[in-house]
């Protein structure tokens, strides 16, 4: 058996977006978001709204490869050295 799509106020969606519900219908306009209108309220596809959730950046890939670091105090100096980082980029 298919399972039922389940949606969500276009404010709900919004808000764990952090984004204008204005932004969103105009996802929804672009067909970037699927929604209907149940009793005159627009709601949106909750599939589609974890898909834009943005990832934690704790739980991306580039921080997980310097969390032993998180915390560890450096000059910026050491830094350049280190991780041969010139610089004018730091």
């Not at 949606?7 to 929604?35: M, W």
């Not at 596809?45 to 834009?52: C, G, L, P, T």
């Not at 950046?57 to 969390?67: I, M, T």
Request: aromatic fraction near 6%; proline fraction near 4%; avoid cysteine.
């Amino acid at each position: 058996m298919a399972a039922l799509i389940k949606f969500v106020t276009l404010s709900e969606a919004a808000e764990r977006l952090h984004l204008a519900p204005k932004y969103l219908h105009r996802l929804i306009n672009n067909g970037k978001i699927e929604a209907v209108s149940i009793n005159g309220e627009t709601v949106v596809s909750e599939r589609d709204v974890i898909k834009m959730t943005p990832t934690p950046r704790d739980d991306l890939a580039e921080y997980q490869r310097f969390e032993k670091l998180k915390g560890v105090p450096i000059w910026l100096s050491e830094a350049g050295r280190k991780y041969k980082i010139s610089h004018g980029t730091i």
